[in-house]
């Protein structure tokens, strides 16, 4: 049951952190949950690359944000703001490194009757090989942008959150 007829609202931070760039996602995630505090209805998720598992949790919700790293020939640190017919470009394209499995997983929540609301928030990668576990410093400093941006689409779809003390 929905708290408070309040929209659910589920923020999932995708991608591999030991792939630098490619991390963008789950570093956004983890920021943002040490930062704020959210209402009930919100949830942030460490998505990683689980793609079909993670249904349960998109059925779940009312709007989905999607925190990836999108490949889109920009500058690297450019920041993207995907939607419904741009998600499908951006996959016939292999824009994102995930999009294919999310839009794959979300044609099969449609199929079974239940598909949130998306909206999918990038940042161009830099570099994403070799190995490494620190996002490169263009990426690095358009995080913050990123993390007011997920709070912008938090705050439209009714969510609530407020800053920690530190």
Known sequence: MKEQNKPKVLVLGVGNILLKDEGVGVRCVEKLLAEYAFAPNVELMDGGTLGMALMDAIMGCDRLIVVDAVVNGGRPGEMYRLTGVEMGKSV?????????DLLETLATCKVLGTCPDTV???????????????????????????????????????????????
Request: contains cysteine; negative net charge; proline residues 9%.
């Open 92 to 100: 016939a394209f292999k824009n994102s490194m995930h999009q294919t």
């Open 120 to 166: 999918v928030l990038g940042v161009e990668p830099k570099d994403f090989d070799p190995w490494g576990v620190e996002l490169t410093p263009p990426v690095q400093a358009r995080l913050e942008d990123l993390c007011q941006a997920v709070l912008r689409e938090i705050d439209q779809a009714g969510g609530e959150f407020t800053p920690v003390a530190s």
